[in-house]
């Protein structure tokens, strides 16, 4: 195993020797392992929740503000947009002045961002605050992964990721339950100001308890061509995936920003070779492992974040369901990765990440798979097992690909894998809301037309036919006012069967990717620098 030379900045008091196996207990709370995590998980908390809890609260903000569609898309993109951007460098700053720096500044310019949204009284503002969201959560994120590798020794560093991960998970499958419950019974700007005392928690539980370690050798200047290379090639990415749904995949601007995108990766490549201290050492991606690592990220991703987008449709819009039922009927995936993220963590310590990733793609692969065979009728019983399956599946991805790409990255560039591990999920989920998109529209389209005359129902001009097709790819039936009742019956069976057929052609494309995810899980390994960040305090 390689040893790295680590610097603490945090007093003589606090000096431990840098080999897990030399570790001695910490001196009160300072530096303690378990509540290091304790306290990095609940800033990451606010972050992954923010994902999703935001989009319940997207309906009432549009009212309150007499805001447009547009505008309200806005909400989540440019949260989105700025976090994705910002993950990698964010993580070369934590890597250069300390994650435990970084980390407090990302959790209190998070609340106050958060705080600032609550107290807004115009779209424009909610926006502007949202992509400071972004920013500050682009901080966050890989200083948690830092400090977790320099705190935790290599034997316990799975168990930790583990943890982390199903606070991720939770956070994430809990959003839509408690953004609703705020929603229906305080307010939308409840959804926002609950940041604020959880991230001043966090803030006081890192001044107290997090020790600040940097590796001597990290890089001492700024890559700032590589990081303005990056950050362009990153957002007009994003963006093309963002704006594909809308705009369309044959759209000259959707390609536009796609070309645009692989020549500034393909700059920031060939300055890459060419600078000193580069923002990200392309030697890094030799190791097939870490390589492996950020393509399963992508793919886990996009079979997850894009499967689970239409499930909350065909949950609230087919079944009728009001948004805390359908947050309640995810329980099953939410909690299976809650259980599953610490056993995942012990079994990749015992067995390596290889099996366990493999054979948890796969359960994800078989779940997609069942949820291709959903109906308008099927009942909760079935459906809870195909969640639980998918949380199950989910768990230890989440855990064995993270410590495959931090664990096999030296210990002064945890952050920059942090946020390439952040980065990797963020353009998965993306990728996978816009191809899995894709993919449901075009079968809504084909089959439209068909089911709608097969029903007997009126003709509808190629205008009225685009409009209905908008609707029905969200589970949603194109009824005017005024429709008879037995004509509104057709129509809405005509909806939904359209819907439930192009998610379960899109479920099967995430199956499809879950699939081949199976065998890139094949070619990870442990991070042969795991042991790079010393374990330091009692464990």
């Known amino acids: 195993m390689t040893s790295q030379t680590t610097i603490d900045t945090t007093g003589p008091e606090d000096k431990a020797p840098a080999a897990p196996s030399e570790a001695t207990p910490a001196a009160g709370l300072r530096g303690h392992p378990w509540l290091t995590l304790i306290t990095v998980a609940v800033g990451v908390m606010m972050v992954a929740l923010d994902g999703t809890i935001v989009a319940i609260a997207n309906p009432a903000i549009q009212k ?73 959560g682009a901080l966050l994120m890989p200083a948690a992964l830092g400090l977790l590798r320099a705190t935790f020794p290599a034997e316990k560093l799975n168990m930790a990721i583990g943890i982390w991960g199903m606070v991720i998970g939770a956070s994430t499958a809990g959003g839509p339950i408690l953004g609703g419950v705020l929603v229906e019974h305080v307010n939308w700007q409840s959804v926002f100001f609950i940041n604020v005392p959880v991230g001043l928690l966090a803030l006081v539980l890192g001044v107290l308890i997090l020790r600040d370690h940097r590796a001597a050798n990290v890089p001492r200047s700024f890559d700032f061509l590589g990081i303005v290379l990056l950050s362009g090639a990153m957002f007009c990415l994003v963006w093309a995936l963002i704006k594909a749904p809308s705009w369309g995949w044959g759209s000259g601007r959707t390609w536009l920003f796609i070309a645009a995108s692989v020549m500034l990766f393909a700059f920031f490549a060939l300055w890459e070779t060419r600078v000193a201290e580069p923002l990200i050492p392309l030697g890094l991606f030799r190791s097939v492992p870490l390589s492996a690592g950020v393509v399963l990220m992508v793919l886990m991703a996009i079979a997850f974040m894009g499967g689970l987008f239409f499930v909350t449709f065909y949950l609230q819009n087919v079944h009728g369901m009001s948004p805390i039922k359908a947050g309640l009927h995810l329980l099953p995936l939410t909690g299976m990765m809650i259980v599953g993220s610490p056993l995942a963590g012990a079994a990749i310590t015992k067995l390596g990440p290889r099996i366990p990733l493999a054979g948890g793609m796969a359960a994800t692969a078989i779940a997609m798979y069942g949820m291709s065979t959903l109906k308008a009728d099927t009942g909760s019983g079935v459906m809870s097992i195909w969640f639980a399956l998918l949380g199950f599946g989910l768990a230890p991805v989440m855990v064995g690909a993270t410590e495959v790409i931090v664990g096999n990255a030296p210990m002064e560039l945890s952050g920059v894998a942090g946020g390439l591990q952040q980065a990797a999920m963020q353009i998965g989920g993306s990728l996978g809301t816009a191809v899995l998109g894709a993919v449901m529209a075009s079968k809504v389209d084909s089959d439209l037309p068909g089911n709608w005359t097969g029903a007997g129902l009126p003709p509808l001009t190629p205008a009225q036919l685009d409009k209905a097709s908008e609707a029905v790819q969200v589970g949603v039936a194109p009824v005017a006012k005024g429709t008879p009742e037995p004509i509104v019956a057709k129509i809405t069976g005509v909806a939904h069967d359209t819907f439930i057929s192009g998610m379960s052609l899109a479920s099967l494309v995430a199956a499809g990717v879950a699939a081949v995810a199976v065998l890139v899980a094949l070619l990870t390994k442990r991070g042969q620098n795991a042991e790079a960040g010393a374990g330091v305090g009692h464990i």
């Open 64 to 136: 309150d503000l007499k805001a447009s569609f547009a505008d309200v898309q806005w909400i989540t993109n440019g949260y989105f947009l700025a976090l994705a951007v910002s993950l990698i460098t964010a993580g070369k700053l934590g890597d250069r002045f300390g994650h435990r720096q970084t980390f407090l500044i990302g959790v209190t310019g998070f609340a106050a961002a958060s705080g600032a949204i609550g107290l807004s009284n115009s779209i424009a503002a909610v926006v502007t605050f949202r992509v400071f969201q972004g920013l500050f």
